[in-house]
């Protein structure tokens, strides 16, 4: 099938200059970041995807998108990072055994080192979604990603919680999946394979319970994402091109990620996955533990129709205003889920002016 929109394109942000910056991780990996840049400013924007879509999620050409979004109304640069978790990445096309304390002591301080190589010591505002969003506010509370002047968390940052059959799926599909059925990862892009093949008839199947809509790759997020028909995002809020290119804007996923997710929701907080593991002895058991002394202003953001992470940052926010009251924001979009907050159609008119109010009053 013929794209409409090129796989990886920049055409979603146009005048702009756009430099890549690759990086490596102290345990050994290559990743990249997307520099956008229209002129000069004391304040700048890093963006952090989740798992697994990438920098595409906030470039979208078919509808204004967060990035020209934040270039037209204040800020002229921008930084898009795609850590471990992205889709131009191959990590997760292996049965890697990754986790999100990995992406937390690794990814995003040497992402944030790397900007800082170019920039300087300017004032950095963060925007993270999903599990870039846990495992960012992990790293914050930590304390190994300093001098950070704001942060918006999206969906879920640390109390993750999702609904029961969600749960359900990730107690069980890891090792069904891996061991079982012997795949490393699921794709969404399985309906594309060659007919009859494995994942062509994985994909099939899935599609045999969703008659909401007559797209494959939409049926297979919702297997891989939260709960519901479908679950990551309103069919009535994003573009239709949007929903035909979910194989492109969403990868092939690992299944490890989940097994330290289930931890989590388990625990009712961020915790560490493995405390016997030395190499992660910088980072806390309990990423909470010391949440009053973080003074950084976090905006916890979510749809009030999230399938994926439920109400994970209300509780966060419960949590987090319990030690330190007045410091941290919560805000809820009506008729918005988990995705369709920075994929949907009209963000740029529901969502983003509020993160931008947010970002504004914490500059200078």
């Known amino acids: 099938m013929k794209r409409r929109i090129p796989l990886f394109t920049l055409d979603g942000v146009p005048d702009a200059d756009v430099s890549a910056h690759p990086f490596t991780t102290a345990d050994g990996l290559g990743l990249n970041m997307l520099r956008f840049k229209r002129g000069e400013g004391e304040d700048l924007v890093l963006v952090v995807h989740g798992l697994t879509t990438s920098s595409d999620m906030f470039i979208m050409p078919e509808h204004d998108n967060l990035v020209r979004f934040l270039l037209d109304n204040g800020f002229p640069e921008v930084w898009t990072l795609d850590c471990r978790m992205s889709n131009r990445h191959p990590y997760n096309r292996a049965m890697h055994r990754f986790t999100l304390d990995d992406i937390a002591l690794y990814d995003h301080p040497a992402a944030l080192e790397t900007m800082r190589h170019v920039v300087g010591e300017r004032r950095v505002h963060v925007i993270c979604h999903c599990l870039g ?21 999206n969906s879920a940052a640390l109390t993750p919680r999702v609904p029961a059959w969600s749960r359900v799926k990730l107690t069980l599909a890891p090792n069904l999946v891996e061991y079982l059925l012997g795949l490393p990862y699921l794709d969404p892009s399985w309906h594309a394979e ?35 028909w479908p679950a990551l995002y309103g069919h009535d809020k994003i573009h239709q091109i949007t929903h035909r290119r979910g194989g492109d804007l969403y990868g092939p996923t690992g299944l490890h990620y989940y097994r330290h997710v289930l931890r989590m929701v388990r625990a009712g907080r961020a915790v560490k996955y493995d405390v016997r593991d030395p190499r992660y002895d910088e980072l ?40 330190a009251p007045g410091r941290h924001e919560l805000a809820v979009f009506p008729g918005y889920g988990h995705q369709d907050i920075f994929m949907g159609k009209d963000a740029h008119l529901d969502v983003f002016p509020y993160m931008i109010d947010f970002i504004k009053r914490h500059t200078g």
Do not use: Q
């Open 133 to 153: 969003a846990v495992s960012f506010t992990m790293s914050l509370f930590a304390g190994v990603v300093p001098g950070i002047r704001s942060v918006i968390a």
């Open 194 to 228: 060659p007919r009859f093949s494995r994942g062509w008839m994985f994909s099939r199947a899935v599609s045999l319970f969703h008659p909401e809509c007559d797209e494959p790759s939409c049926h297979m997020l919702s297997l891989m994402w939260g709960t519901g």
């Open 284 to 323: 806390p058991r309990d990423y909470l533990a010391d949440a009053a002394s973080v003074t950084t202003p976090v905006l916890l953001t979510t749809g009030d129709r999230n399938h994926v992470f439920a109400d994970s940052n209300v509780v966060c926010h419960e949590r987090l205003n319990a030690v």
